[in-house]
């Protein structure tokens, strides 16, 4: 077999691996399904009424929002998953097999591809039960939209891989994640109009990606103003993967157990 | 690889990260189808050659050549014919015991038929086929460096790797491993085996080689170690710990030289085996020193630890312990 063809072998075996593993770790099920849903429920009843969102009711602006922030977090999986390999000395193992090397982090990130799918299913589905509708939003619209947040997905996975090979422990991957990372998506167009934040904040929050992709797809599945959002997200991602795929194999190559 | 050649040869190899240094130019080689013993404590380095031979880490000096291979420059080649198995039993936990194995045959690139055929196999001769359909989180310690061993040999490699494989399990689990161990090796398979436990370099390793401090500090069969260090040692228990001053004085006439307490026996060295214990039996009765149990013992490798290093195998004197661990 050719290496890229052992590549895409391995990549697979590895996805299988990731996928398998899951029903054994009921916590990341639940991550995956009941942690959306609750984001949404609280957004959408206990802050939707208080927030203004000029033209739209308040579900509208907020599901194609919070989908971006689900999705991008759906790659943290990888950063555990990762972190523990290392931990537990799987690393070691893999990179004794006579294995593609980048496999490790390209199986992650291509199963995580597949959880977003399910990530994304259950979201928009408790998204309609709560009210959502797309709005002046062709199907081709619809379904450039769902490309966008898979690309951000895989974007993100490489992000989450390099963090998880930089953890010494699934502990320490959470904690880079949600103090550094996560806040990054409340500075943004994610739950509010940006336009009610102080100066300073509301700078940040325009050229935060996150703004331009909620801003995207909202443009996509709610027929706002697209201005550069669209491409400009396609951008951002292709950046983000090519910056953080080459880093993250990197790492993988010299990282230690333990 | 011919039939001669070593299966591991190791030439002057360097490692250290900063300032400490691991390995200090280290040589050694193991024949094909023997098994050799990396003896030493923590810290030691024996973890580091591990890792430079199974292409884990690049080492900063010397070289190294592993079925015919060299572990830098065909270290993709090398990797085909080594497995890894150790201490740390490398499993996915929330995998079954079957689907690790299937997986690690896959990523030898053995066919799916293949790879499950194999597993089956394995699982059952490692006496795990009963729970070969569970997640491996919920087997014991053993369950598990069976396993890891398992998914070490699915491809059959030539030569095998264990880092300190029963580090850590109890005593039944560990002599189940031993016997797991030496089938591998009546099959041809070369081993090499690192381990901080005397008993077990002594038992498995056709070749020993001690490492401290990143340096060989001896090298030999166990047989070879122990002559090193010198004749028989008669060991004495006595039925009253109170007697030790009255024994020692009543063996010192017998002994190489004088008689010491440890561990609540009365040791003394003897030149002349045949006829020790009677001789000393007579001696302790004239004293009237009650004897619990007396033996004759070959010096044990323990007894070469100290005699070379001047300090026991499982102790670090210099409080550097686990630096395998810090720095790995």
Not at chain 1, 65 to 81: C, D, E, M, N, P
Not at chain 2, 163 to 190: K, N, Q, V, Y
Request: hydrophobic share 50%.
């Amino acid at each position: 077999m050719s290496s890229l063809a052992l590549t895409i072998s391995d990549t697979l075996v590895l996805a299988r691996r990731n996928l398998a593993r899951i029903p054994n770790q009921p916590d990341l099920l639940i991550a995956y399904t009941v942690q959306p849903v609750m984001f949404v429920l609280l957004f959408v009843y206990v802050f939707g009424g208080a927030i203004r969102t000029p033209g739209f009711d308040y579900v509208d602006f907020l599901m194609p929002g919070i989908i971006v922030q689900s999705i991008a977090f759906g790659g943290f999986v990888t950063a555990l998953g990762l972190s523990e390999d290392v931990q537990k000395g799987l690393i070691d193992r893999f990179r004794s097999l006579p294995m593609s090397r980048a496999a490790v982090l390209t199986g992650r990130t291509f199963s995580d591809v597949l959880l977003n799918c399910l990530s994304l299913a259950v979201l928009l589905g408790v998204g309609f039960i709560a009210g959502f509708n797309f709005i002046d939003a062709s199907a081709g619209e619809i379904v450039l939209g769902i490309v966008l947040l898979l690309l951000l997905g895989y974007a993100f996975s490489w992000i989450f891989a390099l963090v998880g090979l930089f953890s010494s422990s699934p502990e320490t991957a959470n904690a880079i994640g949600f103090t550094l990372i996560f806040p990054l998506t409340f500075a943004s167009s994610v739950f509010v109009p940006v336009g009610s934040m102080p100066d300073g904040l509301r700078q940040f929050a325009q050229v935060n990606p996150f703004t331009t992709v909620s801003d995207a797809m909202r443009s996509l599945w709610l027929g706002t103003p697209a201005h550069t959002d669209v491409w400009m997200s396609f951008v951002w991602c292709a950046i983000l993967i090519a910056v953080f795929a080459p880093l993250a194999v990197a790492r993988y190559r010299t990282v230690a157990a333990r | 690889m011919n039939a001669t050649e070593d299966a591991i040869a190791v030439e002057g190899l360097q490692k250290s990260y900063g300032s400490v240094r691991a390995l200090c130019g280290v040589d050694f080689t193991a024949q094909a189808g023997t098994v050799l013993g990396l003896l030493g404590p923590n810290g030691a380095g024996k973890t580091t050659a591990v890792r430079i031979l199974t292409t884990l880490l690049k080492p900063d000096g010397g070289r190294a050549r592993v079925a015919g291979l060299d572990v830098t420059k065909d270290a993709a080649a090398l990797r085909a014919r080594i497995g890894l198995a150790g201490q740390y039993a490398a499993v996915d936990e929330n995998l079954t015991g079957f689907a690790n194995l299937e997986m690690v045959g896959r990523l030898y690139h053995m066919g799916r038929a293949d790879a499950r055929a194999r597993a089956t196999e394995l699982l059952e001769r490692f006496e795990l086929t009963d729970a070969a359909k569970r997640p491996a989180k919920t087997y014991s310690g053993g369950m598990r460096r069976r396993l890891d061993l398992a998914a070490a040999l699915i491809f059959r490699p030539p030569v095998l790797f264990l880092d300190e494989p029963t580090t850590g399990l109890d005593p039944r689990s560990r002599l189940s491993m031993w016997e797991m161990i030496e089938a591998r090796t009546a099959a041809g398979t070369t081993v090499l085996l690192t381990t901080q436990y005397l008993d077990e370099a002594d038992r498995l390793a056709d070749r020993i080689v001690v490492i401290d401090h990143g340096n060989v500090i001896a090298e030999g069969t166990s047989d070879e170690l122990k002559d090193r260090v010198g004749g028989e040692r008669l060991e004495v228990e006595l039925e009253d710990g109170g007697d030790a001053e009255r024994a020692i004085a009543a063996l010192a006439g017998m002994a190489a030289e004088r008689p010491a307490l440890e561990d609540g026996a009365v040791r003394a060295p003897v030149n002349q085996r045949s006829g020790a214990i009677a001789e000393a039996v007579r001696r302790l009765d004239a004293a009237d020193v009650g004897i619990e149990d007396i033996r004759l013992q070959r010096p044990t490798l323990d007894d070469v630890f100290v005699a070379l290093t001047g300090h026991g195998a499982e102790v670090d004197p210099d409080g550097d312990a686990a630096l395998d661990e810090a720095v790995a």
